[in-house]
């Protein structure tokens, strides 16, 4: 199981995400890095030891512009592998966030207006640069989908397995930030249902989550806040075998 860190970028700069209330996102205050410049964030994850990072490009999801001279920057001076939600509801974004070496693209239902276009994307792309992420709030799907109903969770996962995805972020925006835990069920009902690599977002509290997810077969998960905290630990990820 891979731990990979998050930063989230607002206004250029990096932001301390809580419960998926972006009006009320505060500068990074973080014991691992003074700076809230997304560089310095990433330079420093890079040097703990981290070969891999998930940006969320609020700006881009908020509707503004990409920002993508910073993750290009990012990629060009740490050599980290960049997984990057930027927005993406159409395949033209997609292709410039790769031409700016992003590692992975990820395509959140919160912007995604088709099923066809994770289709198009896997086609394009192929399964290994493409992630969904079933973006959450309390549970339920964050969607723009031109369906004639909200579909329910697994109804989607479903839905995206069928168009091709290998790969979903399993995202409770509700739970990012807050330190209360992932829903545990819904993860190991998620397991069953979708035949490919899950990583969790949103509520990690310590190592113990992290070796409950790991027994349970998740493939990663990402963390922002209890790394920040110091809640988690470099020190015991290396002892467990869980940053490499």
Same mark, same amino acid.
């Given at each position: 199981m891979k731990v990979i860190p998050v930063i989230d970028i607002l206004g250029g700069k990096v932001v301390h995400a809580v419960r998926g209330k972006r009006k009320e996102y505060q500068p990074l205050k973080s014991r691992l890095?003074? !700076?809230?410049?997304?560089?310095?964030? %990433?330079?420093a994850f890079r040097k703990l030891g981290f070969s891999e990072l998930y940006v969320a490009d609020l700006?881009?999801?908020l509707g503004g512009k990409m920002n993508l001279s910073i993750l290009r920057g990012i990629a060009e001076e740490t050599g980290l592998e960049l997984m990057v939600d930027a927005g993406v509801d159409k395949l033209e974004k997609a292709e410039r966030l790769l031409e700016n070496h992003a590692s992975k693209i990820i395509i959140g239902t919160e912007t995604l207006p088709t099923i066809n276009l994770v289709a198009e994307a896997v086609r394009l792309f192929g399964n290994k640069k493409v992630i969904v992420s079933l973006d959450l709030m309390n549970g339920q799907v964050l969607s723009r989908l031109d369906t004639a109903a909200?579909? !329910?969770p697994m109804a989607l996962?479903? %839905?995206l397995q069928e168009a091709g995805a290998s790969q979903v972020i399993?995202?409770?925006?509700?739970?990012?930030?807050?330190?209360e835990g992932v829903n545990m069920r819904f993860i190991e009902?998620?397991?069953?249902?979708?035949?490919g690599h899950i990583f969790?977002?949103?509520?990690?509290?310590?190592i113990d989550d992290l070796i409950e997810l790991e027994k349970i077969g998740v493939a990663g998960v990402l963390v922002a806040t209890a790394?920040?905290?110091g809640k988690i630990s470099v020190d015991e990820l290396k002892r467990l075998k869980l940053l490499t």
């Open positions: 890095c003074s !700076s809230t410049d997304p560089l310095d964030v %990433a330079a700006d881009a999801i909200p579909m !329910s996962l479903q %839905a399993v995202l409770d925006l509700a739970r990012v930030g807050s330190g009902d998620a397991l069953k249902n979708f035949h969790v977002g949103g509520g990690l509290r310590n790394l920040h905290s």
